[in-house]
């Protein structure tokens, strides 16, 4: 008998949404990430639940339809993770024309399934907020309800749900080697130590690694997919609202400004193809440049390249429109031949449809085992166990439980845990009882709760995945975080 159902190779949010979906309907599974969770692809994605309004250009409606009710979803299961917000698109008179947005926009309302987010509307900027960071003569502006998301922290709460419905969930492990007999029987280096794995299906979910993995460790022929690299930039921030701005730039690109951990603002995403090794992903100075320029277009307070204080790359694969045997989606292949056990081969795809991508995957399994059914839409993520309407509340009453929280703190947190920050906070009564602090905000308490509920092995698990707080901490709390994690592990 194998020592599980499924093993999953990949630990973006493509293999930890498929682990927290099969571990809940039962199955035995494994996931093996040769780094850290989220560290690839999912970690640099454009960080919004949409339904995708260029979309709406190539007259992809039910495409639409189908992620405006995953929109739905993330609201109920992510209170915590997911955010609404208005997003404003500046009407530019060398642009699309103003009539061709607004229809556009009350398309995009009618598409959604239930008014859950306030419906578009036309601005006049001259007398609103949204005006302010503008650079005249914008008069009009159109805005409409999104979300957005903090993606990373997606990928581990996944993976903290599927560990607790029983994955094995290994991170700093590379499957080096598959070989596909009745069951899968994989080789890994987990931690330095060679390991023996067997399973009785096999899901290949390592994002731009996808082909090569076929190739290398599982020895099949690799998928027909090209490499697409997406990046962002953050800057110190450019306006004081809490909406989203989206501007046209001149090639058509839709360009997202975002408020990002209260002072930046991340602008992007661009597209670009990519050959490389998925690992060493970075953005070129004409990328930057590029991102520069299109937030310059609209915002009076300039841009230059040497204000970026980071800037954040992936790569992924993306199908070949030639590809066979894919779901209707494009974004996974099945295959399953005689005597041979199940593969199931995952594509990129986007952040919003990851959870019903998985669903679906998931789903060709039923044939081969006894499964419960779908489950995943109306169960919460850990710490999403409230009302995205009572954020506000949750905020409230952690401040009001741990008084020693300030107002950006306790938001942050909520943000991040949810309704678990009890795991971390306890019976704390002031700062002292959460041990030595690095920095401002994080505390040991927190670090070991990542250490040991999150997989944080590192610095830069905590400081550029589970938070971002990399952006604010002085070099010599991150050499005091690394060495408090070096002894602690
Ligand atoms: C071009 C592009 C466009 C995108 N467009 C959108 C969009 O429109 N909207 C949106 O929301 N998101 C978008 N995204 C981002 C989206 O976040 C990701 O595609 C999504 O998170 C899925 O990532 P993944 O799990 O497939 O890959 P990744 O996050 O890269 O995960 C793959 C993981 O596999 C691991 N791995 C590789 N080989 C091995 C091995 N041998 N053993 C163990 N582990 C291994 C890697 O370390 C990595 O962590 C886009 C991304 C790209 C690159």
Known sequence: MADYDLAIIGGGLNGVSIARDAAGRGLRVILLEQGDLGAGASSASPRLIHGDLAMLERRAFLRIRAALAERDIWLGIAPHLVRPLRFAIPAHSDERPPWLLRSWLLLYDALGSRPRLPASMTVDVTHHPIGNALKRPFGTAFEYSDCVVDDSRLVITNAVDA?????????GARCVRADRLDIWRLVAIDRGHRR???ARALANATGAWTATTAETVLRTP????????ISQIVVPRLFDIDN???????????????PYQGDFTLIGTLSRTFKGDPAVVAMTAADVAYLCDAANRYFRQRVEPF???RTISGANSVV??????LARDGTFAFDYRRRKAPLLTMFGGDVTTSRLRAERAVSRLTPFYPMSPRWTSKTPLPGGDFAW????????????RWRFLGEAEARRMVAAYGTRLEA??????????????????????????????????????????RSKLGLTMQPQDRDALAAFMAAAS
Do not use: C
């Open 424 to 465: 971390i906070l306890g019976d704390a009564k002031n700062r002292a009882d959460l041990g030595p602090a690095f920095g401002a905000e994080l505390t040991a308490a927190e670090v070991r709760y990542l250490m040991t509920k999150e997989w944080a092995r590192f610095a830069d698990d905590i400081l550029w995945r």
């Open 222 to 229: 690799p998928p027909a997919v090209g490499l697409v690299r």
């Open 196 to 198: 023996v794995i067997t």
């Open 320 to 325: 070949d429109p030639a590809g066979r045997g």
């Open 163 to 171: 560990a607790e419905r029983g994955a094995d969930i290994r991170t």
């Open 307 to 309: 204000d970026v204080v």
């Open 244 to 258: 989203v701005y989206v501007f046209q730039n001149v090639d058509q690109q839709l360009i997202f400004a975002s």
């Open 389 to 400: 309407t009572r954020f506000d509340d949750e905020v409230d009453r952690a401040r009001e």
